[in-house]
């Protein structure tokens, strides 16, 4: 029996090695007797060591870890089994231990497909691998689809405290690990499983993301070209470590607005305070009065986005603050974090942004002011960004719980250099270990990889004039060729992944699948304004994404709230 048993899994690791990338389609070559759940946990996947391999029942599960746009607390379930491991464990140069964990599940109805679901920030969490799929507010997942789903923790584990989820950054193996090795060693040891479990390869590999997930996504076209058919990448951090370097700036231009707006407290200015909600709200009517009408309807949606040039200067007090106008603290620091962080000679160091009728939302002031009216702020681009800028995307790097002081102690022109350095243990920069920037994706198009792109116009964490000017560099080397390989779609009003008064749900993966599996490129995708969303002043109306840079166009007849009285022009 033990013998039977070694020979069918050494047989579906040849088969899962030899279809390495996409998986061709099932059938192809001898296929291998299947292992039951239980066993996984004795098959031999190099470097790994099996921690759980059961059985688990349809219905819904309590979810350990939260991705953007993800159900709140659980999630529906089919039967499947459960796998959970950890790849490469060792003891990193600061004496912890450390190790690629990853969560697998393999639905007892497969459709053939492998989804590897992208993470969030900088992990750190083994989440449940139910297969999150793009767009606000979706309710299901490409588990009840029957796609075998994987997950990766990207090689550690979040510490406690202030600073915990940042202490991995002292290892440079850990670095690596959650900039690029993580997802592909997972995506070897997970193919492998699939392979022994199924007693075939799968047939095509997708990828899906956002924010640190997206990066992941694009990494995968670009270092490991042959292990997935189509990504997904939304809102995607593949410039990351600039975009922190812009998040400080951002911390000190608007610690000065809220010094205008209120007393100090405890010697520091009140972040939340920078702008009321009142001033925000006051902002996006004014872009809806400059910009909405640029495509040709007002309707509380800026669709012709790139052709805005807002001037926050017509909204500058010429007398005393009152709730009709800004303080000049706040339109300078609106000019300036808009034209983005400059280095000394005056060069934008990560991108501009545009002004966009989605600024009031909570998601976006969460970001750049918190709303911590006391004791220390709580914005995102301090508990997050600026904690990994000082600790991960700099070398050397900065051990501190005081992310407010070194955000306000970070010199642009002088400092932001450290993101592309090197020194002692760290022979690979953060920018060489984190960033997706590069536009040669040759070997990804060779064999018809697919690249999918989504993108909030009022993202408050990375810019959607990047993901275009990414774009702009594939059509530099690809010219016409491009439209076959890449596609992005923006979502005006969108925050960071979902959120805001926006047309935010939407079937992205049902897109790349017809994309990849018929030929069918995607053209415009239908989204939805969510009722359940507080912040959507039209509940259900839905619109085209259309595939950048065409935009929706109203046809002069019927509905503007229905999607079909639009076109993509």
Not at 143 to 170: R, S
Request: a neutral charge; hydrophobic letters at 40%; proline letters at 6%.
């Amino acid at each position: 029996m033990r013998g039977t048993l070694l020979a069918a899994i050494a047989a579906a690791a040849a088969l899962a090695a030899g279809c390495a990338h996409r998986g061709a389609p099932a059938g192809t070559g001898e296929a291998a007797a299947p292992v039951g759940c239980a066993q996984l946990a004795g098959l031999p996947v190099a470097g790994t060591r099996i921690t759980l391999a059961e059985p688990v029942a349809a219905g819904s599960i309590a979810l350990t870890g939260i991705q953007p746009g993800a159900p709140r607390s659980t999630a529906r379930v089919p039967a499947h089994c459960h796998v959970q491991g950890r790849i490469a464990e060792r003891t990193g140069i600061d004496g912890k231990p450390y190790a690629i964990g990853f969560d697998l599940r393999l639905p007892a109805d497969w459709n053939g497909r492998f989804f590897f679901q992208g993470g969030g920030g900088t992990d750190g969490v083994l989440r449940d691998a139910i297969g999150v799929l793009t767009g606000g507010g979706n309710t299901g997942n490409a588990l009840l689809q029957g796609y075998t789903v994987v997950f990766t923790d990207t090689g550690h584990l979040n510490e406690p405290g202030p600073n915990g989820p940042y202490q991995f950054g002292l290892d440079p193996q850990a670095r690596a690990d959650n900039g690029y090795n993580a997802m592909a060693q997972t995506a070897r040891a997970a193919r492998q499983l699939i392979a022994a479990h199924y007693g075939q390869a799968p047939r095509r590999s997708y990828f899906v993301g956002c924010s640190n997930g997206g990066r992941q996504a694009m990494m995968m076209t670009q270092r490991y070209p042959e292990m997935f058919d189509g990504v997904i990448a939304s809102a995607p951090a593949y410039r990351v470590p600039l975009a922190s370097v812009q998040a400080a700036y951002d911390t000190q231009l608007y610690a000065r607005a809220a010094a205008e707006q209120a007393p100090l407290a405890e010697g520091r200015p009140v972040l939340a305070r920078a702008f009321s909600r009142g001033d925000m709200r006051l902002l996006t009517r004014e872009v809806l009065r400059q910009c909405d009408a640029l495509d040709g309807l007002k309707d509380g949606i800026v669709d012709n986005w790139p052709a805005c040039r807002f001037d926050a200067a017509a909204l500058r007090c010429t007398g005393a603050k009152t709730e009709a106008c800004l303080g000049p603290a706040q339109v300078e620091a609106l000019e300036k974090s808009f034209a983005g962080v400059k280095d000394a000679q005056g060069r934008v160091l990560y991108s501009d942004w545009t002004f966009d009728a989605g600024l009031h939302s909570v998601e976006w002031t969460r970001w750049k002011f918190g709303d911590a009216a006391q004791g220390p702020a709580n914005a995102r681009n301090l508990a997050l960004m600026t904690g990994a800028l000082a600790m991960f995307f700099t070398t050397p790097p900065t051990v501190t719980t005081d992310f407010w002081a070194y955000a306000m102690g970070f010199d642009a022109a002088r400092d932001a250099a450290k993101v592309r350095a090197t020194g002692g243990p760290f022979r690979e920069s953060a920018m060489q270990m984190v960033a997706a920037e590069s536009p040669d994706i040759d070997a990804y198009a060779r064999h018809g990889g697919k690249l999918l792109f989504f993108h909030g116009v009022s993202d408050p964490v990375f810019s959607v004039k990047d993901t275009v000017r990414y774009l702009d560099r594939l059509r530099e080397r690809y010219g016409d060729r491009t439209d076959g390989i890449a596609r992005l779609f923006t979502v005006p009003n969108m925050a960071h992944c979902s959120g805001g008064p926006a047309t935010d749900q939407y079937d992205g993966l049902t897109a790349l699948v017809k994309w990849v599996e018929r030929g069918e490129a995607p053209t415009r995708i239908v989204a939805r304004a969510r009722p359940e969303n507080a912040e959507v002043p039209w509940p259900g109306r839905t619109r085209p994404l259309c595939a950048w840079p065409a935009q929706p166009r109203y046809d002069g007849r019927g509905s503007i709230e229905d999607a079909a009285s639009f076109s993509c022009r």
